[in-house]
């Protein structure tokens, strides 16, 4: 999953940054209110974890923009302001969630599943798409019963088209869930294709039915053949 991640805090971001991406994560920072505005007009992100003080304002008016933009992403503010009525305005403009400075790198990791589980598979705790079974918390795949070994970009790839079936992916919104904006486009595309068709092989050889479509001249989707 892709997250962006809002803190002018440099330690903190890269502690944030480095925890997450061991437990499979695109993560992305912003240390200013203008740059993370940027991002969130430039790219789509799963969650935001966003400061309410930023140097050059508040994360309050980054939420309202991205809601304005994209309601369904999620939203957890960290901030060492623990006054109620900080938590009672996030909650009100969007926000899904509240962690008061300090806290356990844990906590806000456990936080981030939580949130994506409820946000985009109904808070199931598997995943279940006719013979394919995901589990993510311990990130094991399915396929008729039988464990499916994939790789970890095939397996974000897997549960990017399961959070958008029968939805047209363009192969530029696959590369940059999967890489972020840290990869050269000439390459991401010939790599997006590879990924695809080992995860298809793969699925194939455990007795799916073939899912993955090709979109001539737009990119991928997953549906019912």
Same mark, same amino acid.
């Given at each position: ?8 805090? =440099? ?56 809601k ?26 969007g ?30 705790t ?14 094991? *795949? ?49 790599? *997006?294709?590879?990924h ?5 092989? =793969? ?23």
């Amino acid at each position: 999953m892709k997250v962006l991640v809002v803190e002018d805090e =440099k330690g903190l971001a890269e502690s944030i940054i480095d925890y997450m991406a061991k437990d499979g994560y695109v993560c992305e920072t912003a240390a200013t209110l203008l740059e993370a505005d940027e991002k969130i007009h430039l790219y789509t992100y799963d969650c935001v974890i966003v400061d309410l003080t930023l140097p050059d304002g508040n994360g309050f008016q980054l939420i309202e923009t991205l809601k304005r933009l994209i309601a369904t992403t999620g939203v957890i503010i960290i901030s060492a302001r623990n006054a109620l009525e900080d938590k009672l305005k996030g909650l009100e403009i969007g926000s899904d969630d509240y962690l008061t400075k300090p806290f356990h790198l844990s906590e806000l990791n456990a936080r981030v599943k939580s949130l994506l589980r409820r946000r985009q598979f109904g808070g199931h705790t598997e995943i279940q798409f006719r013979e394919i079974t995901v589990v993510p918390h311990t990130r094991k *795949v399915f396929v008729n019963g039988q464990p499916t070994t994939l790789s970890r970009k095939e397996y974000d790839l897997l549960l990017y088209f399961l959070s958008n079936v029968d939805v047209a992916l363009t192969k530029a919104s696959i590369a940059e869930h999967l890489w972020g904006d840290n990869i050269d486009s000439a390459d991401s595309f010939d790599m *997006v294709y590879s990924h695809i068709k080992n995860l298809r092989r =793969k699925l194939l050889e455990k007795g799916s039915a073939d899912y993955v479509q090709s979109i001539y001249g737009i990119g991928y989707k997953f549906s019912q053949p």
